[in-house]
Structures are given as structure tokens and as C-alpha cells.
């Protein structure tokens, strides 16, 4: 499929998805009764947007229309999105500033000196993950803070994380700490859509994880970022951790991550 045409149908359901959220309440529309979809109606959200209820069924059927940077910018407000939806409504629509992050289907290899930073940051926990979160390089640290984690032939930080029993038990607050990381990685699947690594993955989830099947619908996305999680040690304690997230310069699709408690022991 070329890759503009998965664009678009890309944007249709994402549109479409960002719709079925919103009420007539929270927008301040009357209730009209009762409703056979969830969420807006076409033409509401097209009446809130400023365009007609035709051209706003285009873009969610995925045809070919270009929609101007005022008209994404008023569909983001009708939708109250936030930054990094409004971010990837921008992408999915081709207006992107940026373009597109890395090279799609590229073989991911780290030079020597790059594969060394995590050593260099030891005790911490710090790794580096490339686009399909396959764990590039990691220092022992690591091994410790993820049990199971690097032991697998392929190491995947989204694949412990759905699939590996101990993730649950590690990670805390697992639901939405793994909610959060599917929306990335729906983020990074919309983005690559021809990438093979990308769509392995998703596909291997989806099947794997019953989460997985029922929030990939709801199309969340989410840029990496840095922030806190509560992990639970080898010894039973639960810690908070913060960690940072680092794009590199050369391969902005693959991430130094590093973890620092922020509790006492």
C-alpha cells in the first residue's frame, strides 16, 4: 500500500476515533435524544469546525483532499485535542514541519560508541531503545531493575511489558503505564506504516495481549517523553523512579532512556 494512501486512512480513523470521544455537552451542543453512534455526529463536529458535513466526511473516509493548515487547526480545536494529538493530526495530514522522524524500514545499528553510553551510566538503569522499542543497548543495571527484560534472544521493551508475567508485578501502576506506552507506539505505527519491524510487532501484540485488542482502537497517541514511574524492586520495596528520555542526534527514533530513584533505599 503507498504510504500516502495509509496516510490518509490513517487520518480518517484517526479523526474518526478523536469524534466518538467528544459528547454534545462537552462542546455545548443541546441533547438531541437518543444517539445510535457514540460521541459527535459528522456534521456536528463539521458545523463546530467551520466546514461543511461533506468535505469533513472525505477526511474521515480517507479520500484524497488536502485539507489547509486553518482547517487542521480549527478541526483541533472542534476536537479539543491536545499538543501531541494535535502534533499527529498535523503529521497524518502532511503538514508536518518536521516530516518524517528516521528512516522507515531501516536496519537499526548503534556505533560502537554510542552502544557504550549505557555502561558509561552505571549503577543507573539506562538502555537504548530504537523505534520498534527493541532494546538496543543496556548496561547491567537494567537487568536488575526489568527482570526478564534482556534475557530474550530479541529484547523488546513493549513486548515484556504486554507479555512478560513479571512486567505486571515490576511496574506498579501497570494499566496506565502501558496504556501510555501503546499510544507511542500507535503514534510510531501510524508514522512508519510501511515499516516491517513496526507492523511485526503490532500485529504480535495484538495478538498476545487482550489490552492490547481492546485500547488499540481508541487510537491514544503520545510522543517519548521523560517522566516518573513506581517500580517494584527485587527486594518487595516499591520505588519511585524518574527517568529521561534523550533523542539521538543522528537516529531521533531511538531513545537513551536512563532511570534514577527518587526515593531513599
Known sequence: MPEQIADRRELGAFLRARRERLTPAEVGLPHTGRRRTPGLRREELALLAGMSATWYTYLEQGRDVRPSEQVLTALASALRLGRAERDHLFYLAGSSPGGLPGA????EQ?????SAVPLLLQPYPAYIIGRSYDVLSHNPAVSTLFPGLIETATPNFARWVFTAPVAREVVVDWEPEA?????RLRTLAARHPTDAAVSALVAELREASPEVRAWWPRYDVQE?????KRLRNSDGRTRDYAYTAFHLADQPDQT?????CVELP
Open 104 to 107: 522507515a524500514g531501516a536496519t
Open 224 to 228: 517519548r517523553h521523560s517522566g516518573r
Open 110 to 114: 548503534l556505533p560502537a560508541e554510542v
Open 179 to 183: 496504556q501510555g506506552l501503546l499510544a
Open 256 to 260: 537513551l532512556v536512563i532511570y534514577t
